[in-house]
């Protein structure tokens, strides 16, 4: 499917009032237990916010953030935090047994019966989402599944469908793009001029506009203008052909030389009864 | 609220003051946000920088209790500047009207006081011989309510509100431009208020200099604007239009008191009049409403020669408002309460008396979805239960969702709800529950006691069933006819059961029953109105009134005063986001239900049209108060510290509101052991005294523990660290909470001296999976002037740092 038409986000963190039905409308959906929390856990700054990271039993949360210039107090910014479902994931790349996939209208979802538990997945996440249930014996990854279930029904996903403001808007990639863009360019001064997601790992299917740069929330600023996958598909795609020719070579080379040996004994053997 | 909470994408500006919408009311974000797209600009005052700050053009901060300065600084501006919609002000307010010459201001007092309570006697208008108010329509006579006007708010000038409230003059200035600008006829502006208006010892007249602001705007009945007041509960406004609070009947009307001694002295007492022709004086229906009520409580026992059962009313002699009821518990008065979805062990102002008040009571019932701090009161931290000889029963309670019936929101919107689950376990509704307890009363009184008929005699009709059938009791709040009647000049004729089609039918001579008169032609002769769900067409409707989704009261108006939305021609100000209009051909008006069928006061070619009637159809004289002689506490605002405050009243050398009454003097601490501003709120995750989400594990998640928002600035003063636990204590108590340090409060310069203020929320305490400290341990037994209601919003404490983590 074309890039334009996968299912997509645009997060405006501008009209986002970090009321967080949207964190607690997932937990509802997807059933997912309460965590034990603790106010401030967070360290300084970290205000209401809560939990303080993602989790197996948290997709999706709202990060507070005072925004201070100069010493004073210019904003109290919000950003929601979750899989961006890239176009080119790095996580279903590195899938040794490919559990975790990219579907084709734009979710990237995982098969719990594949899932071994390895982990690559969470080393090669630019953004450090899947996390891992680190307390189950039969254990599995978790990340936000873009309500899979539902948006296969017709359904918007839970948090789209919560929030008040729209801040949260559920549509197909190449339409909001222009809708961020026509924000951008309609509000200047409004708005950091910046699509986030629109390149970032190759282009995300969860857009993200703000009026700071999204580094100040969070958002992680080193992450490459580039699918990941592009490097690491070269290197996994190499290791089986690696592992298997240099298998044949040990193999063949091992194949002759026992053969030598098996040959050499032969001779001594047959020399003996003359 | 006068408008709608769809209406408030029609605004051009938009003011929350002493609201956090965007916390507490989230969903109006979602028509804020449309009107800012369309380029309206959002103006956020508040002590503290909130989750609505964050979505506002201009965010002014003020120190606690200093709205009516704050507004008085505006509605400066606009008088100095000639920015008022001097047109709107001649037709639709009483700008124009002369009063008492003797009437003044002197040393914040508005006249001799007596007893406790003002006089009056100078609150009043000038008449002429046949005893029509005199209106000096050039507006320049010195005794006219506009020129008073003036005079009065001459002295919120911005230098002298900057000291009292602590914003920067620059701000009140950048404020006062936005918001003026919508006293042109073609733009609106609309104020959204809260607690944060009203739970001062002046709230009422906080939200008069609302009123006032936007009157000189022309702002009321118009599109995008009026005085938008969010409601909390979700039925909250159901229950106030129904009679929740001690001082009213159903639908408004006064209850009796003991000088009440029969239903004409009663009568004399409520019924409105007015000389002038031109003023519909609403309230001169008086009669027709109090009597269908006493046919709807009595039936056939009320009857004409016993002035229909009214002496079965009860006759109050004192005020019975929340905080009295808890005084008057406190000394053993009160023996016995039935707490109905109710927690003022956690919700109720000075919690140490309430809460020991409560140990006076020989017996409590408390309903509720679960066990509160109220009903478990006996066995709160600190006491031993053997001590407390109090009975408590407690009634599980259905939820919202577990029973059918209506709720009203703030828009006046009765929309029907049906059961969606059942309730768990024995949890019944409210209406089974009062049922149960009225048909025991009956039984009861049946046997014996003291004056049994008011019970006895009262009419139940609510069916056989297991429980009381919505439906009937939502037809006898509508009304019937009880028997035939004609109505020649209507061309209109009822028999007698019939559902009566709306309160223009109601009558004073007992042929009509009606239980709510504000709520006739919710449930008629064509359905149950309020289980309307048609979205309307935007052609159709382009301001998005929906008519018939659901039902409005009054009368399906969704607008109230909207007739004030056109000139006295019936030409609407802003004809691109019209209300109403008047069609002079069809003679009608066309668009919402017009505030008062009547053709508007003038002809198209400027003749007066002698049918036509003034916009303010609830006033006697048919004109919006500028001038407002029946409040307690003054007919203008004036500005008033709140009891406890750090400084002296910079206005006048009346400190605090003159006509409160302090219940307890001693409790009044002063600013050396108290030297920081406190004020109270609520956030978005968790629901007033907590019952229903401190019990809810994704929102404990969310919040878990209680807290108390402090500045850096006052932080590093108190070596207090994000996190550490503190001590805030006041005259009447302390307790331990958790602080988070914020730059989102700031210290303010008041009166040259530089004042703090902290934040608490108040939902926690002591019963539910999250605990906490409860805010309201700390806040005073005082009220407002005319509602009692506590000022839990401005207040004296002391912050010290405790050692210890928070547990």
Known sequence: MNNNDQMAFLYDSTKCMGCRGCQVACKQWHELPAEKTRFFAGGADSGYQNPIHLSEHTYTMITFHEVVEDGKLMDWAFWKTQCQHCLEPACASVCLVGAMHKTENGPVVWDSHKCIGCRYCMLACPFNIPKFEWKKVISDIRKCDFCADRIAEGLLPACAKTCATGAILFGKRGELIEIAKERLSKDPEKYYQHIYGLEEAGGTCVLNISNVPLKHLGYPDNVPMEPLEKNTQIDMAAISPAVIGLGAILGVTAFVINRRIELAKTKEKGGQNE | ?807
Not at chain 2, 91 to 96: C, G, R, Y
Not at chain 2, 225 to 233: D, K, P, S, T, V
Not at chain 2, 784 to 800: G, Q
């Open chain 2, 1 to 807: 609220m006068t408008n709608q909470w769809i209406d408030i994408g029609h605004s051009d500006c938009i003011m929350i003051i002493g609201s956090n919408a965007a916390e507490n009311h989230p969903i109006s974000f979602k028509h804020i946000l449309n009107a800012k797209e369309k380029g309206a600009k959002l103006i956020s005052v508040d002590p503290r920088y909130t989750r609505t700050s964050s979505e506002s053009d201009i965010y002014a901060p003020l120190r606690a209790g200093t709205d009516i300065p704050f507004i008085g600084a505006i509605i400066h501006y606009a008088l100095s500047n000639d920015l008022v919609q001097r047109d709107y002000l001649l037709t639709h307010t009483n700008a124009s009207f002369l009063v008492n010459p003797d009437f003044r201001l002197t040393e914040g007092l508005f006249g001799e006081i007596k007893g406790g309570a003002y006089t009056k006697n100078t609150w009043g208008f000038q008449k002429d011989a046949s005893g029509i108010i005199k209106k000096d329509l050039s507006l320049e006579n010195p005794d006219c309510v506009y020129q008073l006007l003036k005079k009065h708010f001459s002295r919120y000038d911005l230098d002298t509100v900057s000291k009292i409230t602590g914003t920067p003059t620059d701000t009140l200035l950048k404020v006062a431009e936005t918001f003026v600008g919508t006293h042109r006829p073609d733009k609106s502006g609309t104020i959204m208020y809260a607690m944060g208006a009203t739970q001062h010892t002046y709230g009422t007249q906080n939200i008069r200099s609302y009123a006032i602001l936007q009157l000189l705007m022309g702002n009321i009945g118009v599109a995008g604007g009026g005085i938008n007041a969010l409601r909390g509960e979700s039925n909250v406004q159901g229950s106030t239009d129904h009679a929740l609070l001690f001082h009213i009947l159903p639908g408004y009307l006064k209850s009796p008191e003991v000088t009440d001694v029969d239903l004409d002295t009663y009568l004399k007492k409520c019924i409105t009049k007015s000389e002038d022709p031109r003023s519909a004086n609403w309230w001169g229906n008086y009669p027709k409403y109090i009597t269908s009520l006493l046919k709807a409580f009595y039936g056939d026992h009320a009857v004409k020669e016993n002035g229909y059962c009214f002496n079965y009313l009860p006759k109050r002699s004192a005020n019975y408002s929340h905080i009295a009821l808890f005084e008057a518990m406190s000394k053993g008065v009160i023996k016995g309460l039935i707490a109905l979805g109710q927690n003022p062990a956690v919700g109720g102002p000075d919690g140490n008396i309430e809460r020991n008040a409560l140990a006076n009571l020989d017996w409590m019932v408390a309903v509720d979805l679960f066990e509160t701090e109220t009903s478990a009161f006996w066995e709160r931290p600190g006491v031993n239960p053997a001590d407390i000889q109090t009975e408590v029963f407690l009634f599980p309670a259905a939820s919202s969702v577990e029973k059918e019936g209506s709720i009203s929101n703030s828009g006046r919107w009765a929309q029907w709800r049906y059961t969606a689950v059942d309730p768990p376990g024995d949890a019944k509704p409210d209406l089974w529950i009062l049922d149960r307890i009225h048909k025991q009363l009956k039984k009861a009184y049946g046997e014996g006691g003291v004056f049994p008929e008011p019970i006895t005699q009262l009419q139940w009709n609510y069916g056989d069933g297991e429980e009381p059938d919505p439906h009937a009791v939502a037809k006898e709040i509508n009304g019937y006819f009880l028997k035939d009647v004609d109505f020649p000049d209507k061309k209109l004729s009822f028999k007698k059961g019939d559902l009566v089609p709306g309160f223009a039918f109601l009558k004073d001579d007992g042929s009509t029953a009606s239980g709510n008169w504000l709520y006739c032609a919710s449930y008629t002769g064509k359905g149950n109105m309020m289980a309307r769900r048609t979205r309307s067409n935007p052609q159709d409707d382009p301001i998005g009134l929906n008519p018939e989704w659901a039902w409005c009261w009054p009368v399906n108006r969704r607008i109230i005063y909207n007739r004030a939305s056109c000139d006295a021609y019936g030409n609407p100000w802003a004809p691109q986001k019209p209300v109403v209009r008047y069609d002079h051909a069809a003679k009608k008006w066309i668009g919402d239900v017009p505030d008062g069928p009547w053709p508007p006061l003038k002809n198209p070619d400027g003749s007066k049209n002698p049918d036509g009637k003034y916009s303010f159809i609830m006033t006697p004289e048919g004109f919006a108060c500028l001038f407002a002689p029946t409040l307690t506490d003054g007919p203008f605002p004036e500005h008033y510290e709140p009891l406890e405050s750090p400084v002296a009243n910079l206005m006048s050398m009346q400190q605090n509101n003159p006509v409160i009454k302090i219940w307890r003097p001693d409790e009044i601490g002063d600013s050396d052991k108290y030297p920081i501003v406190a004020t109270t709120y609520r956030v978005t995750e968790h629901w007033q005294a907590g019952a229903m989400t401190r019990n809810v594990p994704w929102l404990v998640e969310l919040v878990p523990n209680a807290f108390m928002e402090i500045s850096n600035d006052l932080a590093t003063e108190l070596d207090i660290a994000d996190g550490d636990k503190v001590k805030v204590s006041t005259i009447r108590g302390s307790i331990e909470i958790c602080a988070l340090v914020t730059r989102r409060l700031q210290p303010l310069m008041v009166s040259g001296k530089k004042v703090h203020q902290v934040g608490l929320i108040w939902h926690f305490g002591y019963k539910g999976l999250a605990t906490g400290e409860s805010a309201n341990m700390l806040t005073p037994h005082v009220g407002d002037a005319n509602t009692m209601i506590p000022e839990f919003k401005a207040f004296l404490c002391n912050v010290e740092k405790v050692k210890g983590d928070i547990s």
